[in-house]
């Protein structure tokens, strides 16, 4: 491992060195990835299932069922796929390698990056799949506008990591953090009318839907999916709002050492 010199290259340079060393964090984490399959795995397989079972009873009890039962089963098994954004930051602290990472030449920004690119490929092809899925098995309509589709499940997969990094960077273990994404996920993506369309739920729920990250994802997929451009555009608006927020808040955690593995 390559320590601070002092040795200040120039820019062109700079970016060599700094996605060399974002290459490296990055195969090293898709190895890892890749000889632990099974989390990823279940995240796909488990709203296909319910998918299936769950169709009838949309389609019964709501207009446009297909398409909700599809984009409410998606958001809420990605919203539970920022436990796997989460454990590859902790693992690092509690591992005590991070301290060793941020010694090195890379700051905290590099370091997430290539921690979390392999884990953002994971979860755009988590949604693409499950939309893919939709489309051929459940029935749900092909999108008109494909580019409007995967600009929006780019964003939430955004989201979904930058939130996953603030938590890793807050938490003291993988307990713990377990515990705050799987009730939170549940509870964000239920309340955001993910698994209950929200007109069937009470007038209260449907209020505080719009505090969960899940309503507005909801929202943005299913206009994409619709082709309504418009549509789109607030709550994208919102959800990148919130990733970068998270997101910055993660790197400057980070970055002033609440990341030490001292600290679990």
Known sequence: MLLDTGYRPGPAAALRE???RIRALANNNTLIR???????????????????????LYVRAVEGGTTKVV??????????????????????????????LRVSRAPAAELLIGKTLPIYVVMVAQQTILLVYGCLVIGLPIPGNVPLVL?????????????????????????????????????????????????????????????????????????????????????????LGIALVCGVFAIRRLTRGWGRGGLL
């Not at 399959?37 to 279940?42: E, R, V, Y």
């Not at 409410?72 to 991070?98: C, Q």
């Not at 698994?195 to 009470?202: A, F």
Request: hydrophobic share 60%.
């Open 18 to 20: 700094s996605l060399y």
């Open 34 to 56: 890749l000889r632990d399959p099974g989390q990823t795995i279940s995240y796909v397989v488990m709203p296909m299932v319910l998918m299936l079972v769950l169709k009838p």
């Open 71 to 100: 984009t409410g089963l998606l958001v809420m098994f990605s919203v539970f796929a920022i436990s796997i954004a989460g454990n590859a930051i902790l693992a690092e602290r509690t591992w005590k390698t991070w301290d060793r």
């Open 151 to 239: 600009g929006a499940i780019l964003l939430w997969a955004f989201t979904l990591l930058a939130i996953g990094a603030l938590l890793a960077a807050i938490v003291r273990s993988h307990g713990e953090l377990s515990v705050i994404t799987d009730v939170g996920a549940l509870t964000l993506s239920s309340l955001g009318g993910a698994l209950v369309p929200l007109s069937l739920m009470p007038e209260w729920a449907q209020v505080a839907a719009q505090a969960s990250p899940g309503y507005w994802a909801l929202e943005m997929l299913q206009a994409a999916v619709s082709g309504d451009a418009a549509g789109v555009v607030r709550p994208a608006a919102i959800l």
